[in-house]
């Protein structure tokens, strides 16, 4: 047992690792070959600005706006995958595309990069799921993220600041919607198997040898409902 979930929280740690190692590879390049990727973005309804739902998560303005989002993105993903584990690979592909995507039909046209969409998704996921499904354990995983991202529900509005800043809201709150449609549509999917104690073997046990108990029983005198009233 033991064994079985150090090698769920290695496969939980390796993907976001991976994930890190793509978005700082790809700045490590725009400064040694001091030229910027930002054109492979998301261009809102421009055709070949939809090359950027693929290119969007991995693209970063600088340092700064890389490091901001590889933390949450590293401590989300692999909730993700420890907790949804039968889900996860779908939520980190096709979650992220159709945060993109959305993006791509309402943003202001301008290209729009970073992984924080994918954050906002990951996390809208993650704290819906908990709610959706009632689950003491993933709703205990709700109040952490909750607690620990929960401040980044002002991203997804267009204050001045963010317009100011050039901040994405638009990307935030598509990536934000995304996942609460997707925890909504996976709420009643299984996320592991069942756990049979040992109990319920006996319970079931027990019932069988009832049933047999019964049926080697000579059989009583069947009462009818007439006999009831």
């Known amino acids: 047992m033991i064994k079985k979930d150090s090698t769920r929280l290695e496969y939980a740690i390796k993907i976001p690792s991976i994930l890190l190692i793509m978005i700082w590879g790809i700045k490590i390049f725009e400064i040694i070959t001091q030229h910027s990727l930002a054109n492979w973005g998301v261009l809102p309804r421009d055709f070949e600005g939809l090359r950027g739902v693929f290119f969007m998560p991995f693209i970063h303005g600088d340092i700064t706006h890389a490091a901001h989002n590889s933390i949450p993105l590293f401590v989300l993903s692999a909730m993700l995958i420890y907790f949804y584990r039968k889900t996860s690979w779908f939520i980190l592909v096709m979650g992220t595309l159709l945060t993109g995507l959305l993006t791509w039909l309402i943003a202001n046209k301008a290209y729009h990069?970073?992984?924080?969409?994918?954050?906002?998704?990951?996390?809208?996921?993650?704290?819906?799921?908990?709610?959706?499904?009632?689950?003491?354990?993933?709703?205990?995983?709700?109040?952490?993220?909750?607690f620990l991202y929960g401040s980044m529900v002002w991203g997804i509005f267009p204050f001045e600041f963010a317009i100011q800043e050039r901040i994405s809201w638009e990307g935030h709150l598509a990536g934000a919607i995304i996942g609460f449609l997707m925890a909504y549509y996976f709420r009643s999917v299984q996320i592991e198997p069942k756990r049979k104690y040992s109990w319920d073997y006996e319970a079931k046990e027990e019932l069988e040898d009832q049933y047999w108990i019964v049926e080697e029983e000579p059989k009583e005198e069947k009462i009818s409902f007439k006999d009831l009233f």
């Open 113 to 146: 990069i970073g992984a924080s969409g994918m954050v906002y998704m990951l996390a809208s996921y993650i704290f819906f799921s908990g709610v959706f499904r009632k689950n003491i354990k993933l709703m205990a995983i709700s109040l952490l993220v909750s």
